[in-house]
């Protein structure tokens, strides 16, 4: 018995000096398991702010709504768009003006030709000829970037500028 208590007595410093080690790797895993949790709660508490007591089933539940709001929002948005795309494909979208002398005894460039066309190059061509008595104004409408009237030189310069576009 008393080798026993003599053997225990000798590796007695080591056994404490193991129990301290341990006790310092206890410690430290201690102060990294704290700061986990602290990141952990802080990301928890953004997670639930404004849920006011609510369990995470019902959070998820609100998201999932709040997206399924959004999902037909964004699609009521598209059909709009859509829609309003189509229209502006009829609105005037090609323009080309010219002015031009069309008498030699007028001073100035007076008269003028405008193409007004839309996408699908349909729309006017508006000719105003300027004279020294009289001022006239044409319109000749415009259908696939044709005309089913004789269009004068500076009518065609302004149909293949608009059209060229």
Do not use: W
Not at 1 to 8: C, P, R
Not at 66 to 90: C, F, P, Q, T, W
Not at 119 to 134: A, F, K
């Amino acid at each position: 018995m008393q080798d026993i208590l003599n053997v225990i007595q000798d590796v007695q410093p080591y056994v404490i000096l193991g129990l301290v080690a341990i006790n310092l790797i206890f410690f430290i895993l201690i102060i990294v398991l704290f700061r986990s949790l602290n990141k952990m709660e802080k990301r928890y508490r953004k997670f639930m702010r404004g849920s006011n007591n609510k369990n995470l089933e019902e959070l998820i539940n609100l998201y999932l709504d709040k997206v399924d709001e959004s999902k037909s929002i964004a699609e009521d948005v598209k059909a709009l768009y859509d829609n309003m795309d189509e229209r502006l494909k009829g609105c005037v979208q090609k323009l080309a003006i010219t002015r031009y002398k069309a008498f030699e005894d007028v001073g100035s460039d007076l008269s003028f030709s405008i193409a007004l066309l839309d996408d699908n190059n349909d729309g006017v061509i508006l000719t105003g000829i300027y004279g020294r008595n009289e001022s006239t104004t044409y319109a000749k409408p415009i259908d696939k970037g044709i005309s089913r009237y004789d269009l004068s030189e500076e009518e065609l310069h302004v149909l293949n500028e608009a059209t060229s576009d």
